[in-house]
């Protein structure tokens, strides 16, 4: 079959065209992965220590106790941005252990967690730009919602991890994590 000029323009140039159109949609689509993926959180595996303070009172001035000091290997994805955040760990079926989610925002703030979308149940830990430990909200059930978890008072970062992780790992109000970012 003989083709004449226009036909073969519009034929030989549509496809290259089609080509290109075809390659930008598989390169700039949006990809939507399931929330057991989320690939697109970044990942953070830290060795964290944690301070935590004798409660016992010194009964000797001059005998000061050194802060116990334990190392645990936790794992965490950064909400660093609003869609991260206001996705957290919604949908999430199932929490490791060591595992959790930390959020850290633009500045300091009154900044509250509900369980929209959750279906474990998590322990919240608010924490100061230093990463001492100013609050714990334990085993928050999803059952919970709408009712809102605040701070005790404005913080920067915050770590949701899986219910009872917090009294398993010994964590208290006043216990420093050292976080990588912090």
Sequence with gaps: MLL????KIVLYGAIP???VIVLLFVLFWPNEKPLEEHADLTTVEQTMGVSQESSEPSTNASAIEEPREQEILFQFEIADTKQKRERGL???TELSQNYGMLFIFPTKGNYGFWMKDMQVSIDIVWLSDKGMILGIEKDISP???PNVFYPPEDVLYV???RANETT???WSVGASINLPLI
């Excluded at 004449?4 to 036909?7: A, E, V």
């Design 4 to 7: 004449n000029p226009l036909q």
């Design 17 to 19: 065209v089609a080509l």
């Design 90 to 92: 919604g949908g999430r």
């Design 143 to 145: 059952n919970t919602y």
């Design 159 to 161: 770590l949701e991890t």
């Design 168 to 170: 398993r790992l010994g």
